[in-house]
């Protein structure tokens, strides 16, 4: 750590220099058993801005957040507070310090009321025990200068998800914090909720505090933050007024690509498009999930691969699970070969001929403690046994034949799996929905966080598994994987599908417009994209 | 200080970390693995030692006897702690089992204990089917039976009645071929649970529960269901080990059977180095585990040591295993 603790005991209670920055951070690198989370990153926070902070998942945005208010410790660069180098090693002396954040989870306690909440830790004593009039008294008074509408006597469990985050904002105003971190505020708020927290956090700036602002719903981002710095890889690739970029342009920072500059193939290992039948073998129409997917609905032929593009948020991976039956829908029609297939059991689509490899490889993925070939054979057991007796003859022929046809590396079919690379824990789970001869086989982000030689690997074997007649529905982040690796790009936006690429139209360029939410024939930005394109 | 030890045992100084499973050395992994059957033949040596007849037939039985219904109801136990659960209302279902029994003697030995089995397996059903469909906390299901149960047992159990059956009395204090009967039961029981966590589906799909539940149903195992079969067996085994307590002392106490039992099998499974928050049941080191805290109590109450001061060797024990788990999961997670 290069500085000790300059943090809570120094602080004066005059606000000291109110003309300087409050955040000043300068070089601030931290990575976690070698991999680089921020690089080098510079930021800067002045009084009354309210700042967007912006990247896509694995950009560094929650690391950066947590270097901020004491989670982690940076490995080296400078954080000055107030023009005071500090090094916060809690949340709590960060907070103490006058930086409040406020998480998508709401930290406070259900059980308590409004105004116990705000002075959480701080109540007013009266002859020492906890004044509970004044309390409320200094509550009330508190909610009704920042404008909201709340009784603070209520229990906060009982109000909705925007007032409890107001109430979180109201507590950081408390504390007398001068710079507010909000970390997706927003995600789980209805739009009136997000219009009076809106008008909470402008009050705040009004009053001098500086605000952080984190969101997926790009159209906050300008109607709410004059500033915006965007992180992608670690770095700060862009800082500037928020006005000067349109959302084409952001987009792109985001994603780290030009739109003008757009290279033709080459940084994937897909071959050329995949030859397939007429009918649909997955068609999937009206999935309907309350706040979450509007309607979305998709076809795939036997032997193509569907790419699902969106920014975070957009609803890729619910589209998926909602297929998969591990999403509960209000209405989704899903049918493999013409066959309905009733939603809501992932039991039911697995057996119709369903697979998902999900996301989050350690949440929803693996079973750590357990062998390479258990996790292997983990869904097909019931296939691999007789009158509820396991054959391990049987189970070994099969995980042999994955491992030597995925290269799966491991010690020995019993290594725990654990104990892996990323890229090898992706080749078993791999394997694992491949022994379920699957005919639609769900890719969310097969190639996220794995190396560059497995992700080669698992890139050809997606070419492989569609030249084989499986329909492959394949969500990825990464723009060339989308563009290369997919047939057709089905593109979401907010929950629903905003557009279709495919064919000439199938560019990056073209995906970047539509993943920013316009269509590429009628967004004006597009239009210099695409011409650039053709050359 | 399991560093050290690792630092003395590995003779290449300049071996670059090599994958953490090829190396065999005794650190908190291993302890928790072994250390159980380490301190089974610790307290044996140091017996053979330090007590008198000791080695006798009649002191072995004696151990073995009182033993066996607690290995039975461990193994219940180390079932549903390898799903992540816990089941406290195994003592209650061992008391509601003596109150049945008497209540069915007339349908002869086989009626009276089939009778029993079947309360058993009715609670289990229902902890495991309020867990497994309605979500509750399995601490808190289990609670709440374990309440209810106790005051079913006493309404309908009542006071001591003694058991005059001769299948009871057989099964109680009779043997084949020198074995006890009681202790035979608890040999085949081992079995079977070995067998069911070894080479069946089922064995396999509970550890993978255990392991990571929301892998698992992802993967499409029947979540639910196993869930509820863990409990019914957990329930049933109970009901075995009341069964054979009754057997054993002929006589059904259902206001006093089985008290405290719940814990003694979560001890039992622990110190068997079965990790608490699931993914893993260990059969044998269960069995171990009820043999040392067992023979600690005997080790001490054998050398005019008041059975209070055994208790809180035991506690001790219990701290020094669930230690052993949590250390080596916090270094872990600081290498990783």
């Not at chain 1, 308590?112 to 004593?125: D, F, H, M, S, W």
């Not at chain 1, 001098?208 to 981002?221: A, K």
């Not at chain 1, 949440?363 to 750590?368: L, R, Y």
């Not at chain 1, 190396?451 to 698992?458: N, S, T």
Request: aromatic residues 4%; neutral net charge.
């Amino acid at each position: 750590m290069p500085h000790p603790t300059a943090a809570a005991p120094g602080r004066a209670p005059e606000p000291p220099d109110s003309s300087g920055p409050l955040l000043t951070v300068r070089g601030v690198t931290k990575s976690f058993s070698g991999v680089h989370a921020l690089r080098g990153v510079d930021f800067t926070l002045e009084p009354g801005s309210i700042h967007a902070l912006v990247g896509e998942n694995g950009a560094g945005k929650s690391t950066f957040i947590k270097v901020l208010t004491g989670v982690h410790a940076a490995d080296s660069g400078e954080v000055r507070f107030l023009g005071e180098p500090v090094a916060f090693t809690r949340p709590a002396d960060a907070q103490n310090a006058g930086i409040s954040t406020i998480y998508q989870e709401i930290n406070l306690v259900p059980l308590l009321t409004v105004a116990q909440n705000i002075y959480l830790g701080r109540e007013p004593r009266r002859f020492g025990l906890v004044d509970t009039r004044g309390l409320n008294r200094q509550a009330a008074a508190l909610v009704e200068r920042l404008g909201i509408d709340v009784d603070v006597r209520a229990e906060l469990g009982s109000l909705g998800l925007g007032v409890q985050q107001m109430v979180a904002l109201a507590r950081a105003v408390s504390i007398d914090a001068r710079v507010v971190i909000m970390d997706e505020p927003t995600s789980s708020l209805e739009v009136r909720e997000v219009e009076t927290l809106f008008g909470v956090a402008r009050t705040l700036a009004g009053s001098g505090v500086g605000l952080v602002f984190v969101s997926h719903r790009l159209d906050e981002l300008w109607a709410l933050c004059d500033t915006v710095t965007v992180l992608r890889d670690g770095r700060v690739v862009h800082t500037g007024a928020m006005a000067a970029l349109d959302r084409v342009g952001l987009v792109s920072l985001m994603l780290g690509r030009d739109a003008s500059d757009v290279r033709a193939a080459g940084t994937t290992d897909f071959g050329e498009s995949h030859a397939h039948g007429d009918a649909p073998l997955l068609s999937v129409s009206g999935v309907e999930v309350p706040n979450r997917l509007h309607g979305v609905g998709l076809t795939a032929r036997p032997g193509e691969v569907v790419g699902l593009g969106g920014l975070l948020g957009s609803g890729r991976s619910e589209t998926l699970k909602a297929i998969y039956g591990d999403l509960s829908t209000t209405s989704a029609d899903v049918e493999i070969q013409g066959q309905r297939v009733r939603p809501g059991s992932v039991s039911r689509a697995l057996r119709a001929g369903i697979a998902l490899l999900s996301e989050d490889r350690k949440a929803e993925g693996i079973i750590p403690e357990m062998s390479v070939r258990d996790n292997i054979a983990l869904a097909v057991l019931p296939r691999m046994s007789r009158g509820g007796l396991v054959s391990d003859a049987r189970i070994d022929a099969l995980v042999e034949v994955f491992m030597r046809r995925l290269k799966i590396k491991a010690s020995s079919p019993q290594q725990k799996v654990r104990e892996l690379s990323g890229g090898n824990q992706q080749k078993v789970l791999l394997a694992r929905w491949l022994a379920t001869e699957p005919k639609v086989f769900l890719l969310d982000e097969p190639t996220r966080g794995i190396d560059v030689g497995a992700k080669r690997e698992v890139q050809g074997l997606i070419d492989e598994l569609a030249g084989q007649g499986l329909a492959v529905v394949l969500v990825s982040s990464e723009m060339d994987e989308l563009v290369e690796g997919s047939d057709r790009v089905v593109v979401l936006h907010d929950g629903a599908v905003s557009g279709e690429l495919d064919g000439d139209r199938l560019t990056s360029a073209d995906l970047l417009t539509a993943l920013a939410g316009g269509i590429p024939s009628d967004a004006g930005t597009a239009a210099g994209a695409e011409r650039s394109d053709r050359g | 200080m399991a560093e050290q030890t690792a630092t003395a045992a590995q003779p290449a100084p300049a071996a670059p970390p090599a994958e953490p499973h090829t190396r065999r050395r005794v650190d908190g992994a291993w302890f928790r693995r072994n250390g159980v059957y380490l301190g089974l033949v610790v307290l044996v040596v140091v017996n053979l030692v330090i007590t008198p007849h000791f080695a006798s037939t009649g002191s072995l039985r004696l151990q073995l006897v009182q033993v066996a219904p607690i290995i039975v109801v461990s193994l219940g136990m180390a079932m549903v702690i390898g799903t992540g659960g816990i089941d406290l209302s195994v003592g209650a279902v061992m008391a509601m089992t003596a109150a049945v029994i008497p209540l069915y003697i007339g349908y002869g030995t086989f009626g009276a204990i089939a009778a029993g089995l079947i309360a058993g397996l009715l609670s289990g059903a229902l902890a495991g089917s309020v867990i497994s469909r309605v979500g509750v906390q399995p601490i808190i299901a289990t609670l709440a039976i374990m309440v209810g149960l106790r005051g079913l047992a006493n309404i309908t159990g009542g006071q001591i009645k003694s058991i005059r059956d001769p299948g009871f009395r057989e099964l109680g204090s009779g043997d084949v071929l020198g074995i006890p009967w009681v202790v035979l039961v608890a040999v085949v029981v081992t079995l079977v649970v070995w067998g069911l966590m070894t080479r069946t589906t089922f064995g396999r799909q509970l550890v993978a529960i255990g392991g990571n539940a929301r892998a698992s149903t992802l993967a499409g195992l029947p979540v639910k269901r196993v869930l509820t079969t863990v409990y019914v067996l957990s329930g049933l085994l109970a009901a075995l080990a009341g069964a054979l307590l009754v057997a054993r002392n002929q006589a059904s106490d259902p206001t006093r059977l089985g008290q405290l039992v719940e814990l003694t099998a979560i001890t039992a499974v622990v110190v068997g180095g079965t990790p608490l928050t699931g993914g893993q049941v260990r059969v044998l080191g269960t069995v171990a585990g009820a043999l040392l805290m067992q023979l600690i109590t005997f080790t001490l109450v054998a050398h005019n040591i008041t059975d209070s001061v055994a208790q809180m060797v035991q506690a001790v024990i219990v701290i020094l295993a669930v230690y052993a788990q949590v250390g080596t999961r916090m270094r872990r997670r600081s290498r990783a």
